[in-house]
Nanobody
Framework: KKQVEESGGGSVQAGGSLTLSCILS?????????MGWYRQTPGNDCELVSTISSDGTTIYAHSVKGRFTISQDNAKNTMYLQMNNLKSEDTAMYYCAADGIAASPPTVGNCENYGDIDYWGRGTLVTISS
């Protein structure tokens, strides 16, 4: 079964750090692949946080640039999001996504229901307290 699954969310104080992981099952990160992280808070659209392409090209939302780092370990079929200097506005459900990201807008209505992205995880909650 092809799927992605996130882990690593939690509660930290502002200024702290967390690392999210996303394990790919049955999905090959090949030449045309783009994977990424989205996040969503209640009542708001799902927004793109960061993407990584199979050639290593990375993209970051302006709000996280310089604080978050996306990476991949092909040997472990795992993607990571290192989040430093966390702020209260980073509080959200974070979703791993794969395939279809390149052709999708940076903001989509509801993460898990956006059908043009092929694979969504169930989300991992990140809560930042000030």
């Amino acid at each position: 079964k092809k799927q992605v699954e996130e882990s690593g969310g939690g509660s930290v104080q502002a200024g702290g750090s967390l690392t999210l992981s996303c394990i790919l099952s049955g999905i090959t990160f090949d030449d045309d692949s783009v994977m990424g992280w989205y996040r969503q808070t209640p009542g708001n659209d799902c927004e793109l946080v960061s993407t990584i392409s199979s050639d290593g090209t990375t993209i970051y939302a302006h709000s996280v640039k310089g604080r978050f780092t996306i990476s991949q370990d092909n040997a472990k079929n795992t993607m990571y999001l290192q989040m430093n200097n966390l702020k209260s506005e980073d509080t959200a459900m974070y979703y791993c996504a794969a395939d279809g990201i390149a052709a999708s807008p940076p903001t989509v209505g509801n993460c898990e229901n956006y059908g043009d992205i092929d694979y969504w995880g169930r989300g991992t909650l990140v809560t930042i307290s000030s």
